[in-house]
C-alpha cells in the first residue's frame, strides 16, 4: 500500500514526522442503458461511457449476449463494464409452460415456473420461477444454459441476480398456491439466491466473474433483510437503484438514502463491497431541465465516496421509465459531460 510521509522541522532543527498509508481509488464508470435492452452505440460514441446494464430472462433461450446482440460482446472487449440482470421473472420468450433444451450433451427439462411477483393491486402479476423450484434443482437446466452460454462470450460480467427484490416483493409473493408476505419472500429469496451463486461457482466462471443482488432500495427492512452477511459473503458488489421523482430530490439526497441505511444496518463483510447503480434516472415531469439536475450527479458522488461507507464505482443511467431522457439529444448531452468531470475521470 503507498505511503507519504510528513516530516517538520522548528526552528532549534527538531523534527516529527508522521506517516499515512492511502490508496488511489480508480474513476467512477459512468454507465447507461437503453429502453428495450436496445443497442446503445449510437448513444456512447464521444463520451465517457464505461459501463453498461443488460436484462435477461432465465427463461430466455438466449441470455448471453442475448439473440442478435453482438454489439454487447464488442463493447464488452472494448473495456465497458458489463452489468447482466440475470431474473427469475419469466419474458424474453412466448412459451409459459415447460421446457425441455439440450445444453452441452445434457437433457434439461424445466416446469413451468410457478410463483408470481409485484403482485400490485390492480395489475397483472408477472410469472416467476419460484424459490422452491431453485431450491428444489428444478431450475438447474437454466442456470447450464446460461452459465454454457456465458462461456463462450469472452468477456467477464457482473452478475446481477433479480432487477429489484424490493419492487418483486412489495405485495408479498405466491408460489403453488401459497401466499408468502414480505419479509418471508425475502428470506426465501436469499436461500434461493445463496443456492445460485453457489451452483454457479461450483461449475467453474470465466475469470473475473462477480456477483451482486438487485434493490430499488426503497425500503429499508428490506434492504436489510436481503443483505445478511452469509450471502454477502458470496456476493462482489452491494447494488441499488436511485430515481428523482419529486422536486424536492437532490442527487446527493437521493444516491446517500440507501447508502446511509446500509453504514447504519449492515455488517463488515457488506460495507467492503463496493456499489454498483445499475439503474439511476431523473423523470423528466418532476424535472422538465432533466440536464440541470444531471449535471449536479459528479459533485454529489465525490462526495460521497470521500464519507465513510461503501464506496460507489458504477453508475448507469436508465434511459427508459421513469428516467426517460426528453428530449433524448439533450439529455444524453448532459451524460456525456457529467462523465467527463471528476469522478468519473
Not at 28 to 36: E, H, M, Q, T
Request: proline share 7%; net charge positive.
Amino acid at each position: 500500500m503507498p505511503r507519504v510521509t510528513v516530516t517538520v522541522r522548528d526552528f532549534g532543527g527538531h523534527t516529527a514526522s508522521a506517516t499515512a498509508d492511502y490508496t488511489v481509488a480508480p474513476p467512477v464508470r459512468g454507465g447507461y442503458y437503453l429502453s428495450g435492452n436496445a443497442d446503445p452505440t449510437a448513444d456512447l460514441v464521444g463520451g465517457n461511457f464505461r459501463s453498461l446494464t443488460q436484462y435477461r430472462s432465465l427463461a430466455d433461450g438466449y441470455v448471453f449476449p442475448g439473440y442478435g446482440m453482438t454489439w454487447l460482446r464488442d463493447l464488452g472487449r472494448a473495456g465497458v463494464a458489463l452489468n447482466m440482470v440475470l431474473e427469475l421473472k419469466h419474458y424474453g420468450t412466448g412459451n409459459p409452460g415447460a421446457q425441455t433444451f439440450t445444453v452441452d450433451g445434457v437433457t434439461w427439462t424445466v416446469p413451468a415456473p410457478a410463483m408470481t411477483i409485484q403482485q400490485r393491486p390492480g395489475t397483472t402479476w408477472p410469472r416467476a420461477y419460484g424459490y422452491g423450484q431453485v431450491l428444489a434443482g428444478q431450475c438447474d437446466g437454466l442456470l447450464a444454459r446460461a452459465l454454457s452460454q456465458y462461456r463462450t462470450m469472452g468477456v467477464p460480467v457482473n452478475l446481477q441476480l433479480a432487477s429489484e427484490l424490493d419492487t418483486d416483493h412489495e405485495f408479498g409473493t405466491t408460489e403453488s398456491g401459497v401466499s408468502y408476505p414480505w419479509a418471508e419472500s425475502d428470506a426465501r429469496a436469499v436461500q434461493a439466491l445463496t443456492y445460485v451463486v453457489t451452483w454457479l461457482r461450483a461449475r467453474g466462471l470465466p475469470a473475473g466473474t462477480t456477483f451482486s443482488v438487485g434493490a430499488g432500495g426503497f425500503d429499508r427492512a428490506g434492504f436489510r433483510r436481503t443483505h445478511p452477511e452469509a450471502l454477502m459473503s458470496l456476493l462482489d458488489f452491494l447494488q441499488w437503484n436511485v430515481y428523482a421523482t419529486d422536486p424536492t430530490h437532490t442527487a446527493l439526497g437521493r444516491f446517500r438514502r440507501t447508502r446511509d441505511w446500509a453504514v447504519a444496518d449492515l455488517g463488515p463483510v457488506a460495507l467492503s463491497r463496493p456499489v454498483i447503480v445499475a439503474e439511476w434516472g431523473v423523470q423528466v415531469a418532476a424535472f422538465p431541465d432533466q440536464a440541470a439536475w444531471i449535471a449536479t450527479v459528479p459533485p454529489a458522488l465525490a462526495r460521497l465516496n470521500a464519507e465513510r461507507g461503501p464506496r460507489i464505482v458504477r453508475t448507469n443511467y436508465f434511459n427508459s421509465g421513469w428516467g426517460t431522457l426528453s428530449p433524448k439529444e439533450a439529455g444524453v448531452a448532459a451524460l456525456r459531460a457529467a462523465y467527463a468531470a471528476r469522478p468519473f475521470v
